[in-house]
């Protein structure tokens, strides 16, 4: 179960599912990847049209990709209700003392915008989360701040990286 998108497994339950695959599933896998990649090209900047267009087609001889328009449906992103939710998972490892705290502002739907401020609001944080969590006050070995768009839906997201065995949760 995914807490912002619907259909989507958990880190837990894809973890438990590695131990399903065998290695014949694994290698037909890796051998038909490229048979079924779906690839986008931006290609922007002091270039013409068809210099950008001829780009396009090299790229998809040399990975050996046609050309394929396929609708795509959009997976539903949750809105998730005002307020404080909390949701707690037990390591996969039982002696592990690395742990993760994430907490997750979700800011709603975005627009360019929306996008432009959250990035900028980002770059402010990073910078002030890193030295007051981790070389201030040594929470974690690992702090980050990062802005997320998941099917539309803007958020940013804070983790702090730590030993429960020095800091609990």
């Not at 997976?75 to 996969?92: D, E, F, R």
């Not at 980050?144 to 949760?169: D, F, P």
Request: proline share 2%.
């Amino acid at each position: 179960m995914s807490v912002v998108k619907e259909n989507h497994p958990s880190f837990l339950e894809r973890f438990k599912h590695i131990e399903l695959i065998k290695f014949h599933a694994f290698k037909l896998f890796v051998d038909q990847f490229l048979t079924k990649l779906k690839l986008k090209v931006l290609i922007q900047g002091n270039i013409v049209e068809s210099r950008a267009q001829f780009l396009n087609a090299k790229i998809l001889q040399n990975l050996k990709l046609t050309k394929v328009y396929e609708k795509v449906e959009t997976p539903l992103v949750y809105q998730l209700p005002l307020g404080a939710n909390v949701i707690k998972l037990n390591s996969m490892r039982n002696n592990d003392h690395n742990s993760v705290i994430k907490n997750y502002y979700q800011i709603g739907v975005g627009s360019i915008g929306t996008e432009c401020i959250t990035e900028f609001m980002v770059s402010l944080l990073t910078e002030p989360l890193f030295d007051i969590l981790r070389t201030h006050e040594q929470l974690g070995y690992g702090i980050s701040c990062c802005a997320r768009k998941n099917n539309g839906m803007l958020a940013i997201t804070i983790t702090v990286e730590y030993q429960e065995n020095k800091h609990s949760s």
